[in-house]
């Protein structure tokens, strides 16, 4: 679900670029504005399949937690599974952070100079982006829960951190935008 929020976000940035390119008078700016929506589009693309992805570690998790447990070496076997498991289900949403992340700048700069008629449409997106980061730091999270003490691990928690408190900072900063331009209406 994060993934998809995402790819929401994503599109509506794409459509808010689209709209911008394709404005009378503003033939000057069409190649900035299609670049834009070129890499939203991208990234939606690559959220779009994140979403599979997440369904498929998900699954082995599940599966992992199947496997026998009767003797000693199919415990080892079984826990190993289900770390490795676990490992690639954390860091599918931290792929999805990691996009999502990516992806405010583009929206601040459509909110800033994009078709102000469709400039909601950036604050709407941003929105999508923020709580598309912020579920997928939830799910993170909890997956490192069940990972043994690995250095990567609390490199990739305190990075999760550090991206939500940006994501809220700029999905502020754009809302802030929005509101200013629609109030200005």
Same mark, same amino acid.
């Given at each position: 679900?994060?993934?998809? %929020?995402?790819?929401?976000?994503? *599109?509506? @940035?794409?459509?808010? *670029? ?9 033939? =000057?700016? &069409? ?11 991208e990234n ?10 997440? &369904? ?21 076997k079984r826990?190993?599974?289900?770390e490795e498991? &676990? ?7 931290? =792929? ?17 100079? @994009? ?9 709407? @997106?941003?929105?999508?982006?923020? &709580? ?38 700029? =999905?502020?900063?754009?809302? =802030? ?6 109030? @200005? %209406?």
């Amino acid at each position: 679900v994060s993934a998809l %929020c995402g790819a929401l976000g994503t *599109a509506l @940035g794409a459509m808010v *670029a689209n709209l911008s390119a394709n404005k009378k008078t503003w033939e =000057e700016h &069409t190649e900035w504005f299609s670049r834009l929506a070129e890499q939203l589009q991208e990234n939606k693309s690559i959220l779009l399949k994140l979403i599979d992805k997440d &369904t498929m570690a998900f699954n082995e998790v599940m599966q992992s937690f199947g496997l026998s447990k009767n003797t000693e070496k199919e415990k080892i076997k079984r826990k190993k599974a289900i770390e490795e498991a &676990t490992l690639n289900a954390m860091f599918i949403p931290y =792929e999805t952070m990691k996009l999502c992340i990516g992806c405010f700048d583009i929206m601040q700069q459509l909110a800033e100079k @994009g078709n102000p008629n469709s400039v909601s449409d950036a604050g709407v @997106g941003a929105m999508c982006l923020r &709580t598309a980061l912020l579920g997928a730091a939830m799910n993170v999270k909890i997956n490192a829960q069940n990972i043994s003490d690995r250095e990567d691990v609390k490199k990739i928690l305190k990075e999760t951190e550090s991206m939500e408190k940006i994501a809220e900072e700029k =999905e502020n900063k754009i809302r =802030e935008l929005v509101t200013n331009k629609i109030q @200005g %209406c």
